[in-house]
């Protein structure tokens, strides 16, 4: 087989250097990917932008990546559902506390998956389109379905007769949001939420039944008023800041439980290095005021405001349910659609720099993916 090759940051703050890499083994449930298709995810560009601030477990040199798909070179003990040479879509979540952040993280040519965290891809869909799922899917979930998050009824996912409750989802044009409208209208909610105007109609062909302009002043109210006496279920804020008018919603309508993915200020605005600085202390002081806030403006009200760990399925039943049960199924039927579009940012994973930076900048209902060529055989 041939050699591993991965994009490391040797420090905290730095940038990612390409070189060579352990080839990762297989543990007992796990599969050995040979990666076609990365992509980005905020996650990554905050690690880089926080130093050891948040993950403070990882170990320098250190490699990121969650979003993978790829070809199946080698099976764990005891993984059945999966075979050599399979096309697949994987979560890697090697950056996780506990787990192999070198072996287990996604950008690098060969990675170790856990097969729990994997499905199978219809010949339909190119790695590069699949690579957009899996963390934000995989948030997506947990914001909705696990119990501590919103805890909706994921039991018929797919097969869900139509309910009368609504589930608002803040930021549906999001890589998160665009996943959560799906999984919600899978499981029979009705769905309102938000996106810039252009983003509108694709929302809809999501399934959201209504869609609003959070760049309105008047967005929160206005969907108030869209739910009217309706139950809502649940309140899922995605996007920094989005918690405040999603709190505003809860407090007037039946809702008692938000879950937030985002924090409410943005990790990019301090310096990418070592040390305080003005932009660095009043970064956590706006993060520790406003979270603050938020508690006790949601407690008052008898609403759980709560902190989504996309990652938290990983060892719930909402894991299998959505990557065993519900994928592979809705993939191949057509009725989950890869969100957000694929946008190739580049090919090889020295392209992986540069598609974070322009993350940093911000993107708008497309996911960032490098293509990564497939290895040449052995002699
Ligand atoms: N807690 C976790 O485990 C976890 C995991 C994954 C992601 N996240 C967080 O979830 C958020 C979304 O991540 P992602 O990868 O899905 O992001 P993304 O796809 O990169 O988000 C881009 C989208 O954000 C939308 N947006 C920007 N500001 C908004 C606002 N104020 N209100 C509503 N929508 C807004 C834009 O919509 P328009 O184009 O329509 O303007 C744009 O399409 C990030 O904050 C990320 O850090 C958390």
Redesign the pocket.
């Known amino acids: 087989m041939s050699d591993n090759t991965a994009a490391w940051i040797d420090s905290p703050y730095a940038d990612v250097i390409i070189r060579e890499a352990p080839m990762p083994k297989p543990g007992p449930g796990q599969l050995l990917l040979e990666v076609r298709a990365v992509a980005v995810?905020?996650?990554d560009a905050?690690i880089q932008s926080n130093g050891t601030v948040m993950y403070g477990w990882l170990q320098y040199p250190v490699i990121l990546g969650e979003d993978v798909a790829g070809v199946v070179v080698e099976t764990g003990a005891g993984v059945n559902e999966f075979a050599i040479g399979d096309r697949v879509v994987a979560y890697a979540i090697g950056l996780e506390k506990g787990r192999d952040a070198v072996a287990e993280s996604g950008f690098q040519a060969y990675v170790a998956v856990d097969a729990s965290l994997a499905a199978i891809l219809p010949a339909t869909i190119a790695f590069e389109d699949a690579a957009v799922l899996p963390?934000?899917l995989?948030?997506a979930a947990?914001?909705l379905f696990e119990k501590d998050q919103l805890g909706l009824d994921y039991s018929r996912l797919g097969n869900a007769a139509h309910r009368a409750e609504v589930v608002v989802v803040?930021?549906?044009?999001?890589?998160?949001?665009?996943?959560a409208i799906q999984l919600a209208r899978a499981a029979g909610y009705r769905v309102i939420t938000?996106?810039?105007a252009?983003?509108h109609d694709q929302m809809r062909r999501l399934g959201a039944e209504g869609v609003f302009d959070?760049?309105d002043p008047e967005a929160a109210n206005q969907i108030i008023e869209e739910i009217g006496g309706s139950v809502v279920a649940g309140v899922l804020a995605?996007?920094?800041?989005?918690a405040e008018?999603c709190l505003r919603i809860a407090r007037a309508t039946s809702a008692t439980k938000i879950a937030?993915?985002?924090?409410p200020v943005?990790?990019y605005e301090q310096p990418r290095r070592r040390g305080l600085s003005l932009a660095r202390i009043r970064l956590f002081m706006k993060l520790g005021t406003r979270t603050a806030l938020l508690q006790l403006r949601s407690r008052a009200r008898g609403i759980k405001a709560s902190?989504?760990?996309?990652?938290?399925i990983a060892t719930s039943p909402v894991g299998p349910a959505i990557w065993g049960a519900y994928l592979p199924t809705a993939l191949e039927s057509g009725s989950h659609r890869p969100y957000?579009q694929a946008h190739i940012a580049g090919h090889g994973l020295p392209a992986i720099q540069d598609a974070i930076n322009t993350?940093r900048r911000?993107?708008?209902?497309?996911?960032l993916v490098i293509a990564l060529a497939q290895a040449p055989l052995d002699s």
Do not use: C, D
């Not at 803040?170 to 996943?179: D, L, Q, S």
């Open positions: 995810n905020p996650l905050i963390l934000a995989s948030t947990a914001g803040w930021g549906g044009a999001t890589a998160v949001g665009g996943n938000t996106a810039s252009k983003n959070y760049h995605v996007a920094v800041g989005s008018p937030m993915a985002s924090p943005s990790f902190f989504i760990w996309g990652s938290a957000p993350l911000g993107v708008s209902a497309q996911k």
